[in-house]
């Protein structure tokens, strides 16, 4: 069966200081993958999303990057972390077929200082 | 763009009485439309999805909605709630590209609390 990992679980870094958080996909191959950031009261909020190894769609202009260096392994990053990058971010995977249905990761508590 | 509308940011309801939590969106071609839920201190994962044929879903947990296509709407009902039904429910859309690759757009969500 198809299982997602995200780590760290929790984050606290200070500002201006860089990020990664990583998430990895076991069981199937070829995934769509993306990022989410889930904040109080406004939803999930689509940040990046891709479709194979190098390929990288940004939905919102961020202080933030994705890659994908390998097949099922996805990464966020930052080189200097604001305040306003605190919040929970979830990793997500797809199967690319017409179900569209996404499988979500346990998800990474950041809180910038 | 496309969005995502669900009424009720927070609903307080008894154990026992009945649940409609209102989503619409604004896309008017085809739509998959999904409800997430998360339970305080766990993951999304789906409660139900609507891709085809018959407008009335059922899924998990009792929960069930209605694809009303003229009123772009896709609202969640149970008729009767329980305390572990505690959580934050999400309404989500996908327009209909084939591939799957541009994701899911989601509503803001409801937090529903159920008093024993």
């Known amino acids: 069966s198809q299982t997602i990992h995200q780590w760290p679980a929790t984050l606290v870094q200070p500002v201006g200081s860089p990020l990664s958080l990583e998430c990895t996909v076991e069981?199937?191959?070829?995934?769509?993958l993306y990022w989410y950031r889930q904040a109080a009261g406004r939803g999930l909020q689509l940040l990046f999303y891709?479709?194979?190894?190098?390929?990288i769609s940004s939905e919102v202009p961020q202080n933030l990057s994705a890659s994908r260096p390998q097949d099922r392994q996805f990464i966020l990053s930052s080189k200097k972390l604001l305040l306003s990058d605190s919040g929970f971010y979830l990793c997500?995977?797809?199967?690319?077929?017409?179900?569209?249905?996404?499988?979500f990761g346990e998800g990474s508590r950041l809180t910038v200082l | 763009a496309q969005s995502v509308s669900q009424h009720n940011h927070h609903v307080i309801l008894s154990e026992a009485a009945s649940l409609e939590l209102g989503c619409n969106y604004s896309?008017?071609?085809?739509?998959?439309l999904f409800w997430y839920v998360q339970y305080p201190g766990q993951h999304l994962q789906l409660l139900l999805k609507?891709?085809?044929?018959?407008?009335l879903v059922k899924g998990i947990k009792g929960f069930e909605a209605e694809f009303i296509k003229s009123k772009f709407s896709f609202n969640l009902r149970k008729p009767s709630v329980q305390w572990s039904d505690t959580a934050e429910y999400f309404c989500?859309?996908?327009?209909?590209?084939?591939?799957?690759?541009?994701?899911?757009?989601f509503g803001k969500g409801t937090h529903l609390i159920i008093q024993p």
């Open positions: 891709s479709v194979g190894i190098g390929q």
């Open positions: 896309y008017g071609g085809t739509v998959n």
């Open positions: 997500a995977w797809t199967s690319g077929s017409d179900t569209g249905e996404l499988f």
């Open positions: 989500a859309v996908r327009k209909y590209s084939g591939g799957g690759a541009d994701g899911l757009t």
């Open positions: 609507y891709f085809s044929g018959d407008p």
């Open positions: 069981g199937t191959s070829n995934p769509n």
